[in-house]
């Protein structure tokens, strides 16, 4: 399924329809450029949850925890370089915790995730347009 983005706004719309339509999943790899608006996507889910939290991002923190009526763990991948240090950080805690996990350059562990997921793909087309594709893996 794709869905297409002209603004920020767009993406907070799509992000909560996204999520309406996958409400069972817990697991979500955010794929894609630079700025293809991964963040900006996490955003917007927990928006429309009517959550107040500051969602930011992740890079350099690596995880953050958000405490809306339950626990959205937002991961980013980006800087660690292979599955090892994604076990260091407790990777495996955080996909069989139950709760909703969000991960940000999820390359590196894709390969190893048991618990059901989908891809969300996130493609720059120009300064405001994006194509944001949904890759459903196997039975969700
Ligand atoms: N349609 C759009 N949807 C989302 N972001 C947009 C859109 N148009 C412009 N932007 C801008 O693009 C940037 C998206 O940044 P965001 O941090 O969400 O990307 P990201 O995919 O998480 O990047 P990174 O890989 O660096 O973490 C923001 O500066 C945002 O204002
Ligand atoms: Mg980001």
């Known amino acids: 399924m794709k869905y297409y983005s002209n603004s920020v706004e767009k993406t907070y719309q799509i992000a909560a329809e996204i999520m309406k339509r996958y409400k069972s999943l817990r697991v979500f790899l955010l794929k894609g450029e630079l700025g293809g608006g991964k963040t900006t996507f996490v955003k ?3 928006k429309s949850l009517g959550c107040n939290e500051n969602v930011t991002s992740p890079t350099f923190t690596i995880v953050q925890e958000y405490d809306c009526n339950e626990k959205i763990y937002h991961i980013d991948l980006y ?5 090892h240090e994604a076990i260091d950080i407790g990777i495996d805690e955080y996909l069989d ?3 909703y996990v969000f991960i940000e350059w999820p390359e ?3 390969k190893e995730i048991d618990e059901a997921y989908i891809i969300i793909n996130f493609k720059l087309q120009d300064i405001n347009n994006r194509i944001i594709e949904v890759i459903e893996i196997g039975k969700q």
Not at 79 to 83: F, H, N, Q, V, Y
């Open 44 to 46: 917007g889910f927990l």
């Open 79 to 83: 800087r660690l370089s292979d599955i």
């Open 97 to 99: 915790s139950g709760s």
């Open 108 to 110: 590196i562990i894709e």
